[in-house]
């Protein structure tokens, strides 16, 4: 397909106004606002953000995960550690997220350096998960070559006959912080003129900026 044909998905963004003085002083506070109405405009998965990765090398890759927590201290997921993604952040500690909430014509994106979850956070998280996620946890080297559906299955099984009850906490999976430096709100707004307002970390506060659409 190309962009003429495309065309005909053009829509008119006409969001409500985005101003600076309408925003928080602080972009979590703004993140929480903005997070409840997307809840409450019954988004299907209002926490699915895409994290975007680099290798040491500089080759790029983004995925979807979901967001399982967030507050002044930045923004968690949880993965595997060996994973694409976690060797792109032991090598390369940084991620951009991206909240792409269209439904409501807005966008929120991340920046900023990344850190694991102290043991003990991961932990927590992974004995709150039901049985078969803590099992697949163990059973999937995420990310690796597997030679068939069965072969995974098969694992999953031998797994869940040496765990019925409580499997252990793997010391490859756990979470990630994404620790912002900039955290950019994206309203749609008529004829292109969108809204744009990136709050910019400068110790120890924010500077609010706007970009050009
Ligand atoms: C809606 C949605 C939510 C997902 N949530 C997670 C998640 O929380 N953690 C995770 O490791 N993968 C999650 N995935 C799978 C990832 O997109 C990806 O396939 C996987 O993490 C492997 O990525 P990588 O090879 O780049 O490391 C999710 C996928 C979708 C579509």
């Known amino acids: 397909m190309d962009a003429t044909s495309l065309a005909g998905l053009r829509r008119t963004y006409e969001g409500r106004p985005l101003l600076e003085t309408d925003v928080a002083a602080d972009p979590i506070t703004q993140f929480t606002r903005w997070f409840e109405e997307a809840l409450e405009a019954g988004l299907p998965e209002p926490n699915a953000m895409v994290v975007a990765t680099a290798s040491a090398g500089g080759r790029p890759s983004a995925r979807t995960v979901l967001l399982k927590g967030y507050d002044e201290?930045?923004?968690?997921?949880?993965?595997?550690?060996?994973?694409?993604?976690?060797?792109?952040?032991?090598?390369?500690?940084?991620a951009s997220l991206l909240f792409p909430w269209h439904p409501i014509r807005r966008q929120v994106r991340v920046e900023g350096s990344v850190a694991r979850l102290a043991h003990e956070e991961s932990a927590a998280y992974f004995n709150s998960r039901p049985y078969g996620s803590r099992i697949a946890a163990w059973a999937s080297r995420q990310s690796a070559v597997v030679r068939s559906r069965e072969e995974l299955d098969a694992r999953y099984a031998e797994l869940a006959a040496r765990w019925p009850e409580e499997p252990p906490v793997p010391d490859f999976w756990g979470g990630f912080r994404v620790v912002p430096t900039e955290v950019e709100f994206w309203q749609g707004q008529?004829?292109?003129?969108?809204?744009?307002?990136?709050y910019r970390r400068v110790h120890p506060g924010w500077v609010l900026e706007r970009l050009a659409p």
């Open 73 to 94: 201290h930045g923004f968690v997921f949880f993965t595997n550690y060996e994973s694409r993604k976690g060797r792109d952040l032991a090598e390369n500690a940084r």
């Open 190 to 198: 008529l004829e292109r003129m969108h809204d744009r307002l990136r």
